[in-house]
């Protein structure tokens, strides 16, 4: 019988600095945690708390995970000292992830700002093992300055690839930054694809979220196809504490993926 309060122990096999406040943890669980992409674990550290993250691995990769991590409380800054070989818990998946079936055969744009691209990485590898599938895929992500973008160098590999439309900006340049200067949403005009059946993937911070999606929506993309990572305030991961509350919605049970449609009339969405 499932056991969601269950905890299994990994091994920090790899820390890898990301920005001078984001870490990626790559851990070894004891047993396999199989999860789609969009979904989330908790993540226990002995004799502090735990925290919920969405992972930023390949869901096919079953025996290694990946998690990246900001410090902005007492648990992410007791992660942060973490070390190779040291033991974490892990309980999870959790909530929904994204219908990726649903997506084949049409176009689909991702937009990420700042952390949100630990989870869009994820997505992205799942999207790139389906890429046939699609009828186009195109990825525009952007964050404060040159030194806060995750995965820089990884992400400006995929630019490469033969089934990838990608832009990238930053809010403030430097002498490293040959791209776009601006919001994100200053890249979303002359998208090459159907915005009408076009399949929408919005995740970032809220004010990011929020002010991408009116952008959406003025270029004919339909609520019901702008899928939101509504992640803030999760906390226990079972719809047990209420933080993530989300109208009459649990974001770690009923997302934390959701149609634009189904939260639009809720108050707070953004904050």
């Given amino acids: 019988m499932y056991n969601p309060y269950r905890i299994i122990e990994a091994e920090v ?19 396999v945690i199989a999860f789609a992409t969009g979904q989330f674990i908790e993540l226990t550290v002995p004799g502090v708390g735990e925290a919920p993250f969405t992972p930023s691995s390949r869901p096919a ?16 800054e007791k992660i942060h000292q973490l070390n190779k070989g040291d033991i974490v818990g892990l309980r999870g998946p959790f909530g929904k992830g994204y219908p990726l079936e649903e997506f084949k055969g049409k176009a689909v744009l991702v937009v990420g700002g700042g952390c949100g691209f630990a989870p869009l990485r994820s997505l992205m590898y799942s999207f790139f093992e389906i890429s046939a599938d699609l ?35 930053v809010d403030q340049g430097d002498s490293t930054w040959k791209q776009n200067v601006g919001l994100v949403t200053t890249i979303l005009d002359d998208l090459d694809m159907d915005t009408r059946n076009g399949i929408a993937i919005v995740c970032g911070p ?26 803030k305030n999760m906390s226990c991961g079972i719809g047990k504490c209420g933080h993530c509350r989300l109208g009459t919605y649990y974001a770690c049970k009923d997302g934390p993926v959701f149609r634009y449609s189904k939260i639009k009339s809720f108050p707070g969405i953004w904050e």
């Fill in 135 to 169: 009828e186009k895929l195109l990825f525009r992500g952007g964050c404060k300055n040159p030194s806060e973008f995750l995965y820089r160098k990884e992400i400006e590999g995929w630019a490469q690839r033969a089934d990838l439309d990608l832009r990238l900006t």
């Fill in 61 to 76: 990769v079953k025996d290694v995970l990946e998690v990246t991590i900001m410090r902005v409380g007492k648990v992410t």
């Fill in 13 to 31: 096999i790899e820390v890898i600095p990301e920005t001078p406040t984001i870490k990626t943890l790559r851990l070894k669980p004891a047993e």
């Fill in 206 to 231: 809220p004010i990011m979220m929020k002010f991408a999606t009116i952008k959406l929506l003025d270029l004919g993309f339909s609520e019901e196809n702008i899928y939101l990572s509504m992640e």
